[in-house]
């Protein structure tokens, strides 16, 4: 006889111990501590503050270590502890020009003031499993050169001077920007809600779309103007002072793509800037992320809409991990009502097609 | 009949500027009804920036197009909303795109593209649409069997025919038509300007026509406008102008095809 | 968590009641009273991530979350019935965040959030159903685009539903969707009903309760106010017609229900129960039976 099934709630629990059991392990290997994650895992941390929108790497190194090292998992669970943190304000807008600047370079000029900065790169390494590593070596202690607190000029900055590269949005323009974790997003964005949604879209697929455009798909001719990586100031207004009040620092990669540009109706032929920040260490992710603003500006400046990485609704809608992995993961949810809609329907055409053919049949004979 | 009935659409001034750039200037004209109208001139002359400012699809930046609806009341087409300027789109007036692809929903049956507009307006009785659909399948020489087809399955001139019915179900009074001929094979042009001098002959329709090509302004138009630089350099009853063109630049277009 | 300090510790613990705070609750009601103001007007808010994930009923559980209260009875169901894992799972957060009763019976509830199905008892007055809503744009299928459908909606340009409807008679005889079957809301707005079979649309139609619509991931809400007017697209001659099933529920004999196919052994065996569980465990109680019973 059947009986409808009961007990989710059981096995809602027990999957749930089974869980934390797998995500344990042996436990005779020593329990992961989050200063381990923090300090040798560093990238996985800075990727799930930025895509989690939530720079606190504590925080984040909890969730990497609860999600079990999946990083889409780890940036959900920071971005839905986020959610339900008060909004104090907003900062001052971060003044790049005066990062502590741990690496810097640029593709365009040869030597320029502040020089190139190679810093803690992977780019010169060749990629060699190293055994000493897996056998917990420690490493050399490195050449650091004393900080300076000079500002170092961005390159934007250089070509501005003569007119060359246009110059950045005006903050005079739109004093109170957009705020897409506050406001619902809207089509078409404005250039500043449309950075924010970009700055903690997912990595891949923002490679991909950049990617895409250097292969033709809305080809944008970029030069890396500059990446730097370092420390910035965050102050913020309070009414009662007449100074901004500094919160601290945070680590922050930013990229400036250079971009070719024949001028329009509106512009003179000069460089566009494609641009990209990013919290912590995440060159790859800045990179990409400037050349996807680069190309999600056709609109703005007159070029044909032609490649998928132009189309703002296609990129913007889809650049979100935490709402991408949860709209296909959902599809393990039951279905059964929807299901049982559509085998009703094509048994019924199937009875359809069959009469139909009994007729032929009929007909024939 | 043009001498009594006043003009279908009156435009004035019409400019349009792409940044620096003229897309058209100081184009005036009045279009009577049961008229066509044919502007020719090469490519990048204006007649296309002229084409998708008057049929509402671009807007202007300077001049004004007026309408006379079914009311006679003549309306300024910038002063109007943008729901009225779409629903005069898609009953009162029919555009034909050169690319049956852009006009055409190359993913639903041939019935379908035809039925569309019907159901825009409130039509909800499907037996209803589809003998309407059918009947000017009928009229256009699409076979009553190419119903349930998708135009993806036709033949260029029978796509552009399937436009053409599309366009016409809700008995527009005016149709725009942007090189109705072009991309088509010589024999299937001549049958497609019989096929659409029959139709506008017999609903009595207005029609604008962009071509290049001086014999389909020949065969359809009454009256025709010359371009060039975005300017109208000389305008008046196509045999007047094809026979004995005025401006040096048309008596060069006239003199450059071969006189049939 | 050792690295944590306590304080944090704390902060991480306690939550406001509902799990959002006051503000976003304030934000996501103005949103639902414009919905409501505006039957069937798919209205943007700022939809916030919840712990659960996108495409699993966080708009539905933000619309709870805000228009719940301290005595409010709640009942959560998934598919029709209360103990799907979702469904569980959506009911234990909220008898974890506010603490309110719950109940599977439908007609003992205030508030209740569904997924693909509308209960079969009768709502009445006082009631609110909550439906989760994954796509909540009727036309995002026949126009993906956001700016255009959204032209779409405030011209009534329409037309392009019906040749959707139009193209499944001229292929099949009949119209071919069979749920998120779409409706015009009070002459006006078209609308999508959500996943639902399209056997739930007419009890949308005047329904005494009030229905609103949270799409999360899209971050839309939209509502069908008590008693408002909701039809079911179709022809004059191809009128909308909900399934029908050829046999009753086998537990409960009801035969005006949507039912559930349950395959009970590897040889085509298969039988055919409500897929309400609630109502059947209801009749069942009131001595009704069905031929597994008899």
């Known amino acids: 006889m059947y009986v409808a099934v009961k007990g989710g709630e059981a096995a809602i629990d027990n999957a749930h111990r089974l869980l934390a059991d797998r995500r344990r392990g042996n436990r005779d290997v020593a329990d992961l501590g989050l200063d381990q994650i923090m300090e040798q895992l560093s990238l996985a941390v800075d990727r799930v503050m930025s895509e989690g929108a939530l720079y606190d790497r504590e925080l984040a190194a909890l969730a990497i270590k609860q999600a079990r090292g999946d990083l889409i998992e780890a940036i959900f669970l920071a971005r839905a502890y986020r959610t339900t943190l008060p909004r104090f304000g907003y900062t001052q807008p971060v003044d790049t020009g005066r990062m502590q600047v741990e690496r810097r370079i640029s593709a365009c000029f040869k030597d320029l003031p502040g020089g190139q900065l190679l810093g803690p790169t992977f780019d010169y390494t060749h990629r060699l499993l190293d055994p000493a590593l897996a056998g917990g070596a420690a490493p050399e202690t490195p050449e650091v050169r004393e900080p300076d607190a000079a500002p170092m000029m961005r390159v934007s900055d250089f070509l501005g001077q003569e007119g060359l590269l246009e110059p950045a949005p005006d903050p005079a323009d739109k004093p109170v920007p957009d705020d897409i974790a506050r406001n619902p997003m809207s089509y078409p964005m404005d250039r500043d809600a449309r950075l924010q949604a970009l700055a903690r879209g997912d990595e891949g697929f923002l490679l991909s779309m950049g990617y895409s455009t250097q292969r033709g798909y809305a080809r944008s001719h970029p030069f890396a103007g500059e990446i730097r990586i370092g420390e910035v100031e965050l102050e913020i207004a309070v009414p009662e002072l007449d100074f901004a009040a500094p919160l601290g620092r945070i680590q922050v990669t930013e990229c400036q793509m250079v971009n070719q540009f024949q001028g329009s109706a509106k512009a003179p032929p000069q460089f566009t800037c494609g641009y990209g920040l990013v919290f912590g260490q995440a060159e790859r992710k800045s990179m990409a992320m400037a050349l996807v603003d680069r190309a999600l500006r056709a609109t703005e400046l007159g070029e044909d809409l032609t490649a998928p990485a132009q189309d703002e609704e296609f990129v913007i809608a889809h650049s979100d991990n935490v709402q991408a992995t949860g709209f296909v993961e959902h599809l393990k949810l039951p279905h059964y009502v929807d299901f049982q809609s559509e085998l009703n329907l094509v048994r019924q055409m199937r009875a359809e097609v069959e009469a139909r053919g009994e007729t032929h049949q009929e007909a024939a004979e | 009949m043009q001498d009594n009935d006043p003009p279908l659409m009156r435009v004035v001034n019409l400019t349009h500027m792409y940044g620096d750039r003229i897309g058209c200037r100081d184009v005036s004209f009045d279009l009577y009804p049961g008229e066509v109208l044919a502007v020719v001139g090469e490519s990048g002359s204006g007649k296309t920036t002229l084409l998708n400012c008057v049929s509402g699809r671009q807007q202007c930046s300077a001049g004004t197009i007026s309408y006379r609806m079914r009311d006679r009341r003549l309306q300024d087409l910038n002063a109007m909303s943008e729901a009225e300027r779409r629903f005069l789109m898609r009953t009162d007036w029919g555009f034909v795109h050169q690319n049956p692809a852009d006009g055409l929903r190359m993913n639903v049956s041939a019935g379908a593209n035809v039925g569309e507009r019907l159901m825009a307006v409130g039509q909800r009785h499907y037996g209803r649409i589809r003998e309407t659909a059918d009947d000017w399948l009928g009229r256009v020489e699409i076979g009553h069997d190419r119903i349930d087809d998708r135009p993806g399955t036709f033949s260029g001139g029978m796509r552009q025919r399937l436009q053409i019915a599309r366009n016409l179900v809700t008995g527009p009074r005016l149709v725009f038509m942007d090189e109705p001929t072009g991309g088509l094979d010589v024999s299937v042009q001549a049958r497609l300007l019989d096929l659409l001098r029959g139709l506008v002959d017999d609903l009595g329709l207005s029609a604008i026509v962009v071509t290049h090509d001086l014999a389909v302004a020949r065969l359809l138009s009454q009256r025709m406008m010359v371009m060039k630089d975005g300017q109208v350099i000389e305008t008046g009853l196509t045999d007047r102008v094809l026979d004995d063109p005025q401006a040096p630049y048309t008596q060069l277009l006239v003199s450059s095809i071969l006189q049939v | ?294």
């Open chain 3, 1 to 294: 968590m050792n690295s944590l300090d306590a304080g944090r510790e704390q902060v991480i613990a306690t939550y406001n009641f509902a799990y959002l705070d006051e503000q976003t609750k304030r934000m996501i009601r103005r949103a639902i009273l414009k919905s409501i103001a505006v039957p069937g007007y798919q209205v943007p808010f700022a939809s916030r991530e919840m712990p659960m994930p996108y495409g699993w009923g966080t708009g539905g559980v933000q619309v709870t979350a805000a228009i719940i209260g301290p005595d409010d009875r709640l009942k959560v169901i998934d598919q029709g019935a209360d103990d799907t894992t979702n469904a569980i799972s959506i009911r234990k957060f909220f008898e974890r965040t506010t603490g309110v009763e719950t109940t599977t019976l439908t007609a003992d509830a205030s508030i209740i959030q569904t997924r693909h199905r509308i209960p079969e008892t009768p709502l009445t007055a006082g009631q609110i159903l909550v439906f989760q809503v994954p796509i909540p744009e009727p036309l995002r299928f026949l126009e993906p685009r956001e700016t255009e459908t959204r032209t779409m909606h405030a011209l009534e340009e329409y037309g392009v539903m019906h040749v959707k409807l139009y193209e499944d008679i001229a292929r099949h005889g009949h119209i071919a969707t069979t749920y998120a079957y779409p409706v015009k809301v009070e002459g006006r707005y078209v609308t999508d009903p959500s996943p639902t079979p399209k056997f739930d649309n007419p009890k949308m139609h005047r329904n005494p309760a009030l229905q609103l619509f949270g799409a999360g991931r899209e971050m839309r809400i939209y509502a069908i106010p008590p008693w408002t007017e909701v039809v079911s697209l179709d022809f004059e001659d191809h009128p909308f017609e909900v399934q029908a099933f050829e046999r009753p529920c086998a537990l409960c004999g009801a035969d005006d229900v949507f039912l559930d196919e349950v395959i009970t052994d590897d040889r085509g065996g298969r039988m055919f129960v409500c897929s309400d569980t609630d109502h059947c465990n209801t009749r069942q109680a009131e001595g009704h039976a069905g031929e597994q019973e008899a």
